[in-house]
């Protein structure tokens, strides 16, 4: 399966909103509502920020929300803060019984 | 908090096969959970290599299925990966994760452990 597009990079002004896109296929984002997105700093785990498209896990700020909308979704961080500057990953269940992810969006905040 | 540790060789010869244990830790291996491995190679996206539950029940990525083998050791509280036939493609950043038990995400990451193939 080809991974999920997502744009290389996105930034923002502290205490402003950007949104994460993630274009996937009717064989992955456009049939399933199991969507993750993931937070990834430098040398760090990597951390579920979202999961089921739109659901946060427990600890995980407010600030950030998923949507879907046919084959993409989307990760918007509200309140842009310095500690946001990261690489974020969406990742999907797909219709071959397996799970794809982006290509990643390195996030910096001016 | 669930606690994930992959180890192995950071230098594996071409032809050769890769092999990579995850330690699981603060948690049971043997819960209703699937334990995943995830790579990235250079300038590339993460890549979901598989998963693998406590019984011995796998699912991998159709692109890497015939080189591919997961196993559970529950004795030893760890998991394992074996890639066949490297070539230099196959470096990578390679992740371990627990995924939730339906499988759909990774709750969980290990920090990552870099994998370079070359002679």
């Known amino acids: 399966q080809s991974a999920l597009t997502q744009p290389a990079s996105v930034s923002g002004s502290p205490g402003q909103a950007i949104t994460i896109s993630c274009t996937g296929t009717?064989?992955?984002?456009?049939?399933?509502?199991?969507v993750s997105w993931y937070q990834r700093h430098p040398g760090k785990a990597p951390k579920l920020m979202i999961y089921?498209?739109?659901n946060r896990p427990s600890g995980v700020s407010n600030r950030f929300s998923g949507s879907k909308s046919g084959n993409t979704a989307s990760l918007t961080i509200s309140g842009l803060q310095a500690e946001d500057e990261a690489d974020y990953f969406c990742s999907s269940y797909t219709t071959s019984t397996s799970l794809v992810f982006g290509g990643g969006t390195k996030v910096t905040v001016l | 908090q669930v606690q994930l540790q992959e180890s192995g060789p950071g230098l594996v010869e071409p032809s050769d096969t890769l092999s990579l244990t995850c330690a699981v830790s603060?948690?049971?291996?043997?819960?209703?959970?699937?334990w995943g491995w995830i790579r990235q190679s250079p300038g590339k996206g993460l890549e979901w290599i598989g998963y693998?539950?406590?019984?011995?029940?796998?699912y991998y990525n159709p692109s890497l299925k015939s080189r591919v083998t997961m196993s559970v050791d529950t004795s030893k509280s760890h998991f394992s990966l074996k890639l066949s036939s490297v070539t230099a493609v196959d470096t990578a950043v390679y992740y371990c994760a627990r995924y939730e038990r339906r499988g759909y995400y990774g709750d969980y990451w290990g920090q990552g452990t870099l994998v370079t193939v070359s002679s």
């Open positions: 089921d498209v739109t």
């Open positions: 603060v948690y049971s291996i043997s819960s209703t959970n699937w």
């Open positions: 009717s064989s992955d984002v456009g049939t399933y509502n199991l």
């Open positions: 693998i539950n406590y019984s011995g029940s796998t």
